[in-house]
């Protein structure tokens, strides 16, 4: 069995980016762009989705640890939109026979939403779909 590969990673509705925007991941990346421009919100929002998985399994987004602080879920949404939802897409290949053997390629969505009011955050919805239906939805969870 090879190694999950990220390939893609699509932001929505956290920091600088108000609408979806998708990165593709190589081996080796190289972001550049002006100041204020979101380069430093690819990166801790790759940080926060590792760190949010190894420490709550996704059920919600460590937004504070030792090697970021982020404040409150209201802070970390765009401030430019009235959605109240942050989602984060990606795409991971080389997974044969890390889900049943059923295809190299998945696609992951996640939404998460205000609980607490601002102060919290909690998965609110999980999807997830293989390579031969890309916007098709294989499994989708609503987290209670």
Request: proline content about 3%; aromatic content about 12%.
């Amino acid at each position: 069995m090879t190694k999950p590969h990220l390939q893609s990673l699509s932001i929505k509705n956290f920091r600088f980016f108000k609408e979806r925007t998708t990165f593709n991941i190589a081996p080796i990346n190289v972001i550049t762009g002006t100041n204020s421009s979101g380069k430093s919100s690819v990166l801790k929002a790759l940080r926060l989705l590792s760190e949010s998985s190894q420490k709550h399994g996704l059920r919600k987004l460590n937004l504070s640890s030792k090697t970021h602080q982020l404040g409150d879920f209201e802070q970390v949404k765009n401030k430019y939109s009235d959605n109240k939802y942050i989602s984060f897409s990606y795409q991971i290949s080389n997974t044969e026979n890390l889900f049943w053997g059923v295809t190299d390629v998945f696609y992951v969505h996640l939404i998460f939403g205000p609980q607490y009011g601002a102060l919290d955050n909690r998965l609110l919805e999980l999807s997830i779909s293989d390579g031969r239906q890309p916007e098709g939805t294989c499994f989708a969870f609503e987290m209670a």
